[in-house]
């Protein structure tokens, strides 16, 4: 955008004129294209300067360039990038241990994260890595509502990696979470306002 030219630095004879509205004006002499943005107190800028007459158009350029660099502060506010988490187990890894690691890769991928998962060989465990083959197949089954396998088990020196992808975008797994705060907030402040109301009178005769 920056290198965008305008009015006075339009140097080429004729341009394809655009209008403000994005009409197509046509094929004009850049003289009479700088007039008729005088007139219209507006910019002639080149927004296509590889064409074959370089495509220009009138338009307030102040504005636009401040729209564009907003759009693209609260582009960058809004971007998210995915980060890869590590997970690590041993080959002989308990129910109860495994079950942890299993939630923990399950928040990760829900969150719209990456996970690299790494089962540590030991001793004479490295003779046998179609166990560890077998665990990492398991987790994957385990795990399949929240991702899917992005790397299948790779030997690396005595680890054995397996890598799992989000079904979820980052940027969706957040919106998500904002608004589930949302709604923990707003029911909490419901849950107040019921509790601070006085209790309704008891009708008439409603005693037996």
């Known amino acids: 955008m920056s ?10 004879p004729k341009v394809l004129l655009v209008g403000p509205a994005g009409e197509q004006v046509g094929e004009v002499r850049v ?8 007139e219209a ?8 300067p590889g064409a074959n007459p370089p495509v220009a158009r009138l338009m307030d350029y102040g504005k636009y360039k401040y729209e564009a660099n ?3 502060r609260e582009a960058r506010k809004n971007q998210a990038n995915t980060v890869q988490k590590e997970i690590r187990m041993g080959l002989k890894i308990d129910v109860h241990d495994y ?8 928040k990760f991928l829900d969150g719209g994260d990456k996970v690299k998962v790494i089962i540590r060989f030991r001793g004479r465990e490295q003779s046998r890595p179609e166990r560890g083959v077998k665990l990492l197949q398991r987790m994957a089954e385990d795990v399949a ?3 899917f396998v992005e790397s299948h088990p790779r030997q690396d020196g005595r680890n054995m990696v397996m890598v799992f992808g989000p ?3 980052k940027a969706q797994a957040m919106a998500e979470a904002r608004k589930r705060k949302t709604d923990a907030e707003k029911a909490a402040a419901r849950g107040e306002d019921d509790a601070s109301k006085p209790e309704a009178k008891a009708e008439p005769g409603s005693e037996s």
């Open 145 to 147: 509502e929240y991702g």
């Open 70 to 72: 907003l759009k693209a």
């Open 3 to 12: 290198e965008q030219r305008i009015n006075g630095q339009i140097r080429v």
């Open 41 to 48: 107190d507006l910019d002639l800028v080149e927004v296509a």
């Open 167 to 169: 079904h979820k975008k």
């Open 99 to 106: 079950e942890t690691k299993r939630r923990n890769v399950e």
């Open 31 to 38: 003289e009479d294209a700088l007039r008729l943005a005088a």
